[in-house]
């Protein structure tokens, strides 16, 4: 049975590393005001947030699928690319009092999105992805030791988040005169689930890779500052499915953040690496109540990771993302 993430005898969440399933049992959380007084039940509910991606890379192929779900609008996006050059699709929607929602309550829940044209769908580890003619499809395969935390997140808030990486994947992507069928020999993907009373205006940095090492070894990584780092970090790499956690790290993100190499390294160095941007998603808005400043980008990362004494980790043009994100909502 998962484990509660909510204790209901006292309704505040259960911080930490979670090594096995979970649930979220928002409904179980009190939130109470600054001056810890209780609030309507109806407030938890709304100030919820809740988004998923899926990353995916194979030999010159990149794609990225989301859904955020801030209760009273969602918002998506789809894109697929080769490594070196411009996407086939590149497309975003949004969709105001959506009549789907992802569960509340799943660690990895199914989801439905429809809107101006862009399809997605998530359900039993079959990820689709449909806008006009761009169709992909993905079967992801386990998992190999899912992160889960769940960190304090402000004064009475508090944050989960489930991430994956080196994930094997199968399937295809069909655009006009492209056809790519992608191999659990070569194609890799990652996946992040994150929810939770989240701060109403916060930001982060994220770094994440999938691929597969020079010498055969299977490969994934999630490096992150920002939202979660109460305590704890959500950083961790995966070596043959095996998870290791690391420390904080600090990102140094460059000015021009689309183009210029990014550093990442930890206060002792014993990571270093290097990520070079190929291709970037981006958004701004500012709409009063809601803002966002996003990139995300795809590109490409080098650099050692030195683990506990062992011969130092080698990463050469390794596929990945890195994110810079500011948001209000």
């Given amino acids: 049975m998962p484990t509660p993430i909510i204790c209901k005898k006292t309704g505040r969440p259960v911080y930490g590393h979670h090594g096995g399933p979970v ?11 600054a001056m810890g007084k209780a609030v309507p039940g109806w407030l938890p509910r709304l100030k919820y947030r809740q988004f998923m991606f899926f990353g995916i890379s194979d030999q010159d192929f990149f794609a990225g699928v989301a859904l955020a779900d801030l209760n009273f609008a969602q918002q998506a996006f789809f894109y697929v690319r080769p490594a070196t050059s411009q996407p086939w699709v590149n497309a975003s929607a949004m969709s105001l009092l959506p009549a789907n929602s992802m569960d509340p309550e799943s660690e990895f829940p199914d989801f439905f999105f429809q809107k101006s044209g862009l399809t997605l769908r998530f359900q039993k580890n079959l990820l689709e992805a449909k806008y006009k003619d761009a169709h992909l499809q993905i079967l992801l395969g386990e998992s190999p030791s899912p992160l889960r935390l769940c960190t304090r997140t402000g004064w009475r808030g508090w944050t989960f988040t489930r991430k994956a990486a080196s994930i094997p994947a199968s399937g295809s992507f069909r655009c006009r005169d492209v ?4 191999s659990q020999e070569s194609c890799r993907a990652l996946t992040d689930r994150t929810c939770g009373i989240l701060r109403r205006e916060t930001f982060w940095n994220w770094a994440a890779a999938t691929g597969i090492l020079a010498d055969g070894q299977e490969f994934g990584m999630n490096l992150a500052w920002g939202v979660n780092e109460t305590g704890f970090t959500e950083n961790r790499i995966w070596i043959n499915g095996q998870p290791l956690n690391l420390g904080p790290v600090i990102f140094k993100v460059p000015e021009k953040r689309s183009s210029d190499p990014w550093q990442i390294h930890s206060e002792d160095k014993s990571l270093c690496l290097i990520f070079q941007p190929s291709w970037t998603k981006s958004q701004r808005v500012n709409a009063g109540l809601i803002a966002t400043d996003f990139i ?22 390794m596929p990945g993302w ?3 994100h500011y948001v209000r909502w």
């Fill in 179 to 182: 056809h790519k069928d992608l």
């Fill in 296 to 317: 995300q980008n795809t590109g490409i990362f080098s650099g050692k990771i030195q683990i506990r004494g062992d011969s130092p980790l080698i990463l050469s043009d």
């Fill in 322 to 324: 890195t994110e810079d």
């Fill in 23 to 33: 649930t979220i049992n928002r409904k179980d959380f009190r939130l109470l005001s």
